[in-house]
């Protein structure tokens, strides 16, 4: 695969899991029960604030390790393209599926 979409392929999945963080850790850290895939059922159920946190964490780790061995610590478009629709696909999804669920 040429590198730059191997670059954009690991931006985009590190900017995915970014934003994976942000409904985890925020319900987590607040002490709110939110959907993670340790609820039963998975995605649907509620988990506790402490799960979400740690999923949350699991996320923060995964996009590191996407920045890190994808070495897109690197200054170009592609990269930045890469990221910002990984985080706007992942967004927009995320708000989608949990609108559904009625949580809010």
């Keep these: 695969m ?3 979409g191997k670059d954009f392929i690991l931006a985009f999945l590190a900017g995915v899991f970014f934003v994976n963080v942000v409904p ?10 939110f ?5 039963d059922p998975p995605g649907v159920g509620l988990s506790s604030p ?3 946190v740690l999923w949350a964490a ?3 780790i995964i996009a590191i390790l996407f ?13 930045y393209l890469g990221y910002f629709s990984g985080v706007l696909v992942m967004a927009f999804f995320l708000a ?9």
């Design 2 to 4: 040429a590198t730059r």
């Design 24 to 33: 985890h850790f925020v319900n987590g850290v607040s002490g709110r029960p």
């Design 35 to 39: 959907p993670s895939p340790f609820s």
């Design 50 to 52: 402490v799960l979400n």
């Design 58 to 60: 699991i996320n923060f």
């Design 67 to 79: 920045v890190y061995f994808g070495n897109l610590n690197q200054r170009n478009k592609t990269v």
């Design 96 to 104: 989608d599926y949990f609108g559904k669920l009625g949580l809010g």
